[in-house]
C-alpha cells in the first residue's frame, strides 16, 4: 500500500445549523484512485471539497478537524488557499471550460500561478497536458477554437488537462463521468488509470461498477458520517457494515 | 439475505434462482437414492426412470446458467447478491454432476445378477446412506444458510472416504474368490468410486456455501479418508 498523501482527523462540517460531516477520520493513499459512494446528500463531495478549501466560498460553512497533507494542517488560516489549489486540482460533474480557446482554457492556469513564461513554455505545457488528459491527437490543429464547441466528453477531458497544467499533486473529481455516455466515460476511465501514476485521485461517484473499476480504496458515507473504507474488492464482495452492503446492494430503503 | 431490494424485480429473480438451485437439489437427492436403490435391489426395472430424471436435471443446469447470466447482465450484482449468483453456478454445476454419477450407477444395475450376496452389497449400501445424508445435510444448509452445518458436512466426507475403501475391500475379497465375478465385480467397484466422487461434489457444494455465507474460503485442507491416501 502507498504511503499516506491525505488525513483527515475528527472532520466535521456545519452549513449553518445544518451538521454536513460528523467525525471523519479517513486516510487517502498517494498516488492511488480513492472513490466515495454514498446516497446523494450523505457528505461525500463535501467531503472533498474540504481537501482544497472549496467551502470557503460558502459563507455558512464552518468546518473544523483537521484535514493535512504531507503532514501539513490544510484548514490553517495563514495557509494560501490559492497555492492550496494550485497542489489540489478539481474536475466537477458538468464539464465546465472556459469561454475561451482550447489552448487558453490550459494555459490561463499556469499563467496565474506564474508557470510558463514565454510562449514556447506554455506551448510545452498545453501540449503535454493534453496529451496527459488523452485529448492531444483530437484537437491538436483545432487549439484556437472554443472550448465549449467540443463534445461532452472532451469537454471533461479538457477540464482534466485544465487540472493538470499547473502540475498539481491531487485530483479530485466529482461525479466526473455522470453527464457523459459510456464511450467517453470509458475514455476517462482509462485516463483515470494513467494519471494515477503521476497523481492521488478522489472520486466521488454514484456507479458502483465505476467505483470497483477505477478505485483501489472505497469509502462509503452516509448522513454525514463515514461508515466504512476499505479496499475496493472488499468493499463490493464481502463488506463488513450492513449499511454499506445493503447500499451497494440497492436493498437501501 | 437481510432488507428488500429497492427493486422488487431484482429480489424476486434472485429468489427464483436459489429456487431453482434449491429444486435442483431435491431432485439430484432423489435421483441420487433411485439409483441406489437400484443397485442395492438390482432392481432393473428402475434405470430407464433414474436415467431419464437425469435430463430434468440438466435441464434445470441449462436454466439456472440462463438466470445467472441475466442477472449479471441486468443487475451488476455486489457483495452477497454478487456470492448468492456465484455460488449459484458452482453448486449447480456440482449437482449436474451427481446427476450424472448417479445415472452411471443405475447404467451398471443392468448386467448385475438378481441373486448377489447380501455381505457384498452391505458396506456399499452403507456407503450409499450416507453419501445420501450428506447431500441431504448440505442441501438443508444452503436453504437455512447454516455455515456450521455445511462445515460439519464437508469435514464429514472423510467417512465417506473410509467407507468407500471399506467397500472397495468387501467387492475385491469377492472377486478374489473366484474370478468368474470379474464382470460385475468390476460394476460394483466403479459404482462405489462414483458414491466416493459424488462425496466430492457435495463437499465442494459445501465450500461454496461456507463462501456464499461468510465471504471468504474453508481454510486448511478437509481431512481425508484412506482412498484419498492411497
Known sequence: MNEIKIKSKNLNVYYGEKQALFDVNLDLNEKEVTALIGPSGCGKSTFIRCINRMNDVIDICKVSGNIEIDGVEINDKNLDVVSLRERVGMVFQKPNPFPKSIYDNISYGPKIHGKGETKSELDEIVENSLKKAALWEEVKDRLDEPGTGLSGGQQQRLCIARAISVNPEVILMDEPCSALDPIATAKIEELIDELKKTYTIVIVTHSMAQAVRVSQKTGFFHLGKLIEVGKTEKIFKNPDNKMTQDYITGRFG | ?230
Open chain 2, 1 to 230: 439475505m437481510s432488507n428488500e431490494h429497492t427493486v422488487k424485480s431484482y429480489e424476486e429473480e434472485l429468489r427464483y434462482l436459489i429456487d431453482s438451485v434449491i429444486k435442483m437439489g431435491s431432485l439430484t437427492e432423489s435421483q441420487l437414492v433411485d439409483s441406489m436403490d437400484a443397485v442395492i435391489k438390482v432392481d432393473k426395472d428402475s434405470i430407464d426412470k433414474i436415467i431419464k430424471s437425469d435430463d430434468e436435471i440438466n435441464k434445470f443446469r441449462s436454466k439456472i446458467d440462463t438466470q445467472i447470466m441475466t442477472l449479471l447482465v441486468k443487475r451488476a450484482p455486489m457483495a452477497i447478491d454478487l456470492r448468492e449468483t456465484i455460488s449459484s453456478l458452482k453448486i449447480s454445476q456440482d449437482l449436474e454432476r451427481i446427476g450424472d454419477l448417479s445415472k452411471s450407477n443405475a447404467k451398471k444395475v443392468k448386467p448385475l445378477p438378481l441373486d448377489l450376496p447380501e455381505e457384498l452389497l452391505g458396506n456399499l449400501k452403507r456407503l450409499g446412506e450416507l453419501v445420501i445424508k450428506q447431500l441431504n445435510d448440505v442441501l438443508d444448509s444452503y436453504v437455512n444458510k447454516n455455515y456450521d452445518k455445511a462445515k460439519e458436512v464437508w469435514e464429514k466426507d472423510e467417512q465417506v472416504d473410509d467407507l468407500t475403501y471399506i467397500a472397495m475391500e468387501s467387492v475385491i475379497d469377492f472377486l478374489s474368490k473366484d474370478k468368474k465375478n470379474l464382470d460385475f465385480s468390476t460394476h460394483l467397484i466403479f459404482a462405489t468410486k462414483n458414491l466416493e466422487r459424488a462425496g466430492d461434489h457435495i463437499t465442494n457444494i459445501a465450500e461454496s456455501i461456507c463462501f456464499l455465507i461468510k465471504g471468504e474460503y474453508l481454510k486448511g485442507s478437509r481431512p481425508k479418508g484412506k482412498v484419498i491416501q492411497q
